[in-house]
């Protein structure tokens, strides 16, 4: 559900999945790249409605939710995964929260059980007709940038009580405290302006 409850402020975060090649699912097993994904899990099983790019017919597929499934995932911090795309087995998954603590901990269970996950969009979802006002698009950043961003905001460095000092995000990276600051600094930057160029568009 991506509408806002009680015009409260939600956010829309976009994930790039690339699961590992032995993970079982029938989203990735039945085709390589598919343009319309249409899941239903409810308790330990799961069927998939999926449309495979070009002319290809519907395929409906079986499985079984098990606790390294992503639907699991999602279940266990009350996200609903909307699978927009699968090409050559990534998947392009969205989800709304309400709070960004949750997308901590939901891309550090997914990355413990699917391997690649890389946040690529945020978006402030917010009113009663669920427009979104603030868009961050990370496809725009180096992959330094990314990097550094994403792993900032995956270890709560943005969070207001800090859970993690910079310098332990730089002793991860292996660069200095100084490196990452300024990329971090470059990314903010870069992120801000795109928000009010297309906001002046």
């Known amino acids: 559900m991506s509408r806002a409850v009680d015009g409260t402020r ?7 999945i690339e699961p ?7 989203i990735v097993a039945e085709a390589d790249s598919v ?6 899990a409810v308790g330990e099983k799961c069927n998939v409605d999926l449309q495979p790019a070009g002319d290809g017919g519907m395929i409906r597929a079986t499985g079984e939710v098990t606790d390294d499934c992503l639907c699991y ?13 699968v ?17 901590r901990e939901l891309i550090e269970d997914l990355q413990s059980i699917l391997g690649h996950v890389r946040l690529v969009r945020l978006a ?18 180096t992959p330094k940038q990314r990097q550094g961003l994403e792993l900032a905001v995956v270890r709560g460095y943005f969070d207001g009580d800090k859970q993690v000092e910079l310098g332990e995000l ?9 490196a990452l600051s ?20």
């Not at 939600?10 to 790039?16: A, H, I, Q, T, Y």
């Open 10 to 16: 939600r956010l829309r975060v976009d994930l790039d």
């Open 20 to 26: 590992g090649k032995e993970w079982d699912c029938p």
């Open 35 to 40: 343009e319309a994904v249409n899941v239903n």
């Open 73 to 85: 995932a999602f279940q266990q911090h009350d996200c609903v995964p909307h699978i927009q795309r």
């Open 87 to 103: 090409e050559q087995g990534t998947m392009l998954v969205t989800t709304y929260v309400d709070d960004r603590a949750v997308i």
């Open 124 to 141: 402030v979802v917010e009113g009663p007709d669920a427009a979104e006002q603030v868009t961050f698009d990370l496809s725009s950043l």
């Open 170 to 178: 730089a002793e991860e990276l292996d660069i200095s405290k100084s």
């Open 182 to 201: 300024q990329r971090l600094r470059t990314a903010q930057a870069k992120l801000i302006k795109d928000v009010f160029d297309e906001s002046d568009a």
